[in-house]
């Protein structure tokens, strides 16, 4: 599986008590890497940082590529919640 990485957690930001992460770059490229399919854990739920206004040029085909900066959701189901909620 080809897979695209993220920064490393940080602290969790204010009341939506979300870690923000960021795509993480080797040089101008983003840091990818071919990994065997055992080591996948499970998909994630990345919600954009939007600031005080939506950016109009996102759209589902394009934000991942164009956002900066996402919140990991950890209420999406409840294997993230308990597995994040003590991050």
């Known amino acids: 599986a080809l897979v695209e ?19 993480s770059y080797s040089g ?4 990818t ?3 065997p399919m055992r080591r996948i854990m499970g ?3 990345l919600l954009p940082k939007f600031g005080t206004q939506v950016d109009k040029s996102w759209t589902a085909d394009n934000v991942l590529d164009i956002c900066k900066t996402f919140y990991l959701n950890p209420w999406i189901d409840s294997y993230s919640f308990f597995h994040f909620r003590g991050s």
């Open 33 to 35: 890497e071919v990994i």
């Open 28 to 31: 101008q490229a983003p840091r």
């Open 5 to 23: 990485w993220f920064t490393p957690f940080r602290a969790r930001k204010g009341v939506i008590q979300m870690h923000a992460v960021s795509r």
């Open 43 to 45: 998909s994630c739920h």
